[in-house]
């Protein structure tokens, strides 16, 4: 799948009429088809609800899933084979399942999620067509269906507590490049290892995302980079690879909530850039990301409490910083 969103950015408004157009990617659906109910694939039959209930008078370009505010026009969501969603959108605004129409009836629509894990898109378009909103719009591989510690071959391993109830999957190579955030995208964190194997799984904490947005599109408005995304050096792990590394038992990236990263564009080298202006790359570079984070996230009341630690270079990688959106505070390395 490849985004939509991403490339309305850079084009006019005379293409951006034509793409209103376009069907989406990955399906025959005719997005311009009047939305009637019989052509819908019955796996995602929309119940259209009461259509006086639940307006919660959200702005026109405004979304929510399950009852929460979608932060950014490109974002995900993820939900368990067969369970609803509920979409709550404007009613003049179009919500689309891979490209076909869910039947509109008020605010509230439900999106009933198909029974096979992977990959889809959940867009919204405003009245006159334009794009509003592109959801990735992951059905999790159940927890249950782990075997022996793997998931289709994929080594899972054990969870010390609150294993996840579902993974997102990743069927190929194409589906690491589904977006999660203006800035993300999926593949970014995946575990390290059995890197020739497909599937693969991952958790991804939307905690996570919000404080790396959140973290990027500051330093690029103060100018102190032009990086399109924070290199992942590691997000998600799974129980299995975060005991191989010996890294913390209760490491919060099995939960997928924690990331190590750092800005590498200038030069684009494979180790941090230096942010502190110093002349060289070093540790002094970790802690300048760090207060630049711990300022940050304290002045900013919308991303969810967190970690953030600094490291120091070693003999196999440069200098990081660890973010995590745990739901609690934590600082180190300092
Ligand atoms: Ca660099
Ligand atoms: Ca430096």
Redesign the pocket.
Known sequence: MRSLLSGVSVLGAGILGALALSPLPGKEADAEATPVKQDLDPEIQSAAVDPDADNIGIAPDELEIDGEQVPYPIWYATVLPGEDMRVTVAPQNEVLFDGIAIPAAGWTRTVTAPREPGSHILAVRGAGGELLYEIAFFVLEPSSNIRRGRLDGYRIGNYPADAPAGFIRLDDRGDMDVPVSPHFRIGQFICKQQPGHWPKFLVLSQDLIKRLEVLLVELREDGATDAETLFVMSGFRTPFYNTAIGSAKRSRHMWGDAADVYVDVSPQDGVMD?????????K??SNWLYDYAEELYAENKTVASGGIGAYSANAVRGPFVHIDGRGSRARWGR
């Open positions: 230096d942010l502190n202006g110093d002349g060289r790359v070093s002094g570079d």
